[in-house]
């Protein structure tokens, strides 16, 4: 019984995995990174077919390809973190104009997303550009030795934050990035995560027959256990507990309407959340409730936000 139980559950994921994975068995991430099940998950359910351009991160050795040699059978164009959005823009619109039924899928980190691609990325989004922005957010430059972003949190222990006699790590609050993708207005942004694949593959698909019309923009919680000192086999389970405690909420907004795909009735305090990753082993009581505040303050916001039954179309 419990068997069966087990099989029904399993077998909804894998209904969305209707594409074969199209790279190597092995590829070249630090061990028991989440980015690996990322990149592999988003073709096999939204197909082989999609076009992925990204620039400079921990994903781009294995989506680029190394030493003259591709880990996969995707098209991939690599960009400059300055540029990635103009880039995905020159090729959706390419697309468009030749009558091609493509998707354009514009893959980066946090760095790249948040900060030094930001500009263009907003653009992007302000001018409806027709394809899908997915960022993978696992808080800082991980690629070039764990340095903090805009999107790191409160606290956090990185490279450029340390924690010493004088410091105590990120002295600043986390950038909410999908909130702010979602107030271009833009017919769908949406938050995921891989303890949630079910709803992951929905968001998927759903970006994928709306970016026909416009910009879609999903915004990835993906933990690095290299930079935030957590053990290799914890990355699904930490994605679990962030979307537990509201550390990072499940929801989605299709023409500006708001809802939470997961309600979680009672959350966990952040302090569940915070031990699991060594980033956060300093932190006093107090400095985990200035985290816990935040996560809170976030959570009302968005709460407010699917309380309006109210939508923001397009015009024709
Ligand atoms: C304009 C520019 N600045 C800096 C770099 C160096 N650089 C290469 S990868 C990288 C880290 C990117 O961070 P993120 O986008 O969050 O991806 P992650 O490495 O975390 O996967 C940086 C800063 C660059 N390539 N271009
Ligand atoms: S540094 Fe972090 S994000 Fe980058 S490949 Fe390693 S575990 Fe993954
Ligand atoms: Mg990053």
Redesign the pocket.
Known sequence: MADKKKKKRLSKVFDYLKYEDPFAKGVSFCAGCP?ERLVRFVPQVMGNDIVITG??????PVLLGQNGKSWHKLSYYGT???GAASNATGLARYYKRAGIDGTVVCF??????AD?GFGNLSGAAERNEPFVYIC?D?E?????GI?K?STTPFGAKTTTTPVGSNERGKNLRRKNLGLLLAMHKIPYAATATLSNLEDFAKKLLKAKEISKKGFCFLHIFSP?PTGWGMPTDTGIEVCRKAVQTNYFPLWEAENGKFSFTKEVKKPKPIKEYVKLVKKFSHLTEEEIEVLQKDVDYEYAVLKQLSLLDQECPLPD
């Open positions: 980015l620039t400079p991160s921990c994903s781009a400059l973190m300055t980066n980190g946090d760095g790249t997303a030094i993978y696992n800082g430059y991980m690629n070039t340095q972003s690095c």
